[in-house]
């Protein structure tokens, strides 16, 4: 288990950055340094100008070089502590999730509930799970990130070559695909196959943060294909984000008049209530499908199962419509 650093004033730090550094976030750069300093606390020197790299101000989303000298400012860091222990039930849940492994590479089927790190109250998340149940991994990190709720494939990098590989990938459109099936509020339109509406992130008096439509934010599309309609009270359908926004389906999903079933942030809590009573007690989103081609070429294509509770509020809802029908490609039901 590991151990953050022990609390007490330090001095200035120049860190060089090496060659197996090379392309990791700066703020991502600075957790790993500095273990037990909050998320926070760490994009306010960012942003205030504290950090500097090579004696320049950078933006927390700098990617730092193979050379870099990083000047860190005095920290007071939090108190030593340990990672909680994984439990059993959690190390036989993961691995058995495990979708595809290679030598470099790990895609699993995240399970919903489950944070991908720890932090802001979560003390053990996936990858310090699996740092735990892989104690004789050197390198594991995440490439990217789903929500908390979500569930899904998710890719961990057990080589920095190929977490630079696959962040490369994600940065070129085309790369790599994610694939996203989500059960909306009511009845999607097949004429529906776009939603192009730049997006912000907020954060409200109580500190909550919350994305919304809005003209100034940043451009994002998500493609939608509808795959069944429940009558008029549901439908399920594909989403595949175009670009990489956070909360991006699930807004996207809202703004279109047809939030995710399940969603607590952003969905509706009468209809949230109600599906309840058919099992299904949580988002409704998940990461089903990624494309990439390997390093070597190598195209793969690896897919996640629903888990059990969505299947059988899948096969509730239809028994409640005899409505539900399946949707053929270029239909304008």
């Known amino acids: 288990m590991s151990k953050n650093i022990v609390a007490a004033p330090v001095s200035v730090q120049f860190v060089e950055v090496t060659e197996d550094q090379d392309g ?71 691995e058995a999730a495990i979708l595809y492994e290679d030598k470099e590479l790990i895609i699993i089927n995240k399970p919903s509930g489950l944070a991908v790190h720890g932090g802001s109250g979560v003390s053990l998340g996936l990858i310090e799970a699996l740092r735990q149940i892989r104690p004789e991994q050197r390198f594991l990190e995440l490439v990217h990130r789903l929500d908390r709720d979500t569930s899904g494939c998710i890719m961990v990098a057990k080589k920095r070559s190929m977490l630079k590989f696959l962040h490369e990938g994600l940065r070129q459109k085309g790369r790599i695909t ?3 099936q989500a059960l909306v509020v009511g009845r999607w339109s097949t004429r529906t196959h776009q939603i192009d509406a730049p997006l912000n992130k907020n954060e409200l008096k ?3 943060r919350i994305v919304r439509v809005q003209p100034e934010g940043k451009p994002s599309i998500t493609l939608f294909r509808v795959l069944r309609r429940f009558g008029v009270t549901a439908t399920l359908v594909e989403a595949q984000p175009v670009t990489g926004r956070t909360h991006q389906i699930r ?25 309840k009573t058919l099992g299904i007690r949580r988002l409704f989103l998940h ?17 996640a199962p629903l888990e059990p509770q969505l299947l059988e509020g899948l096969a509730r809802l239809e028994e409640t419509d005899t409505q539900g029908v399946d949707i053929q490609e270029g239909s304008d039901e």
Request: hydrophobic share 35%; glycine share 8%; no cysteine.
């Open 24 to 94: 990791q976030r700066i703020d991502n750069f600075l957790r790993t340094a500095l273990k037990g300093v909050p998320k926070s606390l760490i994009y306010r020197i960012v942003r205030k100008g504290e950090l500097r790299v090579n004696k320049k101000r950078v933006k927390p989303d700098y990617r730092v070089q193979s050379g870099d000298l990083v000047r860190i400012p005095p920290i007071r860091v939090s108190a030593p502590r340990e990672d909680a222990p994984v439990k059993q039930g959690l190390a036989d849940v993961l």
């Open 178 to 180: 994610k694939i996203y």
């Open 206 to 208: 109580s500190g909550e």
């Open 251 to 275: 807004v996207h999903a809202q703004f279109a008049g047809h939030p995710i079933i399940g969603d607590e942030k952003y969905g509706v809590d009468e209809l949230n209530r109600e599906m």
């Open 287 to 303: 990461a089903a499908q990624l494309r990439l081609t390997l390093p070597n070429g190598e195209r793969l294509r690896v897919e």
